[in-house]
């Protein structure tokens, strides 16, 4: 399940933008007052900018993010009529919308599997041997090969739920791992599993 919470592919769409450098949580922390004042892409271009700053402050970086919110709002209200786009091709044109963020929402809002490559997925692909590639729309095209394209993006937010709780990057809770006995990189990290325990997270707020 993914971990942002939303509605709409609008609302999905905006929390992605502002997830960037920034825990799911505290997204969903901010989003709510968010999307009761700006409902739609056309409030949204609308936005008074200070008003918007404010709102969007504990997601970091929101001067950026202000700028690519309001040019997002109004982009989709000039070529698409208000309606988020439902392809790849039409998503990545959008101002801020990388694949990353456009195979989050085409899953998770519209049904259509897509590969989600952020840094906890590519990271663990090439643990567990899946592929050596760095770049990530390569690790997307080389996961993808492996698997049926139906489950794409089951496959994603399960790599990526591990990857922020238990495969961290510099020590994973190797000995507190349900898939440790197929892993290629089992050792990496402490395999006592009193040891790996104390490793286990939630994400961070």
Avoid: M
């Avoid at 919470?5 to 007052?33: I, M």
């Avoid at 700006?38 to 008003?51: E, G, H, I, S, V």
């Avoid at 988020?84 to 929402?105: E, Q, Y």
Wanted: include cysteine; proline fraction near 6%; glycine fraction near 8%.
């Amino acid at each position: 399940k993914c971990e942002l919470d939303f509605t709409t592919p609008y609302e999905l769409l905006v929390a992605t933008v502002l997830s960037a450098q920034c825990t799911d949580k505290r997204v969903n922390g901010v989003t709510p007052a968010l999307f009761k004042k700006y409902p739609n892409t056309k409030k949204l271009a609308a936005a008074n900018r200070d008003d918007l700053e404010a709102l969007i402050q504990p997601t970091g970086f929101f001067r950026a993010k202000t700028d690519t919110l309001l040019r997002l709002g109004a982009d989709v209200n000039e070529r698409f009529a208000g309606e988020i786009p439902h392809t790849l091709d039409a998503l990545v044109s959008l101002p801020g919308v990388g694949r990353k963020t456009a195979n989050v929402v085409l899953g998770e809002a519209f049904g259509v599997p897509g590969i989600t490559v952020d840094t906890h997925f590519g990271r663990l692909a090439r643990r567990f041997g899946w592929t050596e590639e760095e770049d990530p729309v390569k690790v997307e095209h080389a996961v993808g090969a492996l698997f049926p394209k139906k489950d794409w993006t089951n496959v994603s937010q399960l790599v990526i739920w591990h990857g922020r709780r238990r495969c961290h990057a510099r020590k994973p809770a190797c000995g507190a791992c349900n898939v440790s006995q197929w892993c290629p990189a089992f050792g990496e990290g402490p395999t006592d599993a009193a040891q790996a325990a104390k490793l286990i997270r939630e994400p961070r707020g």
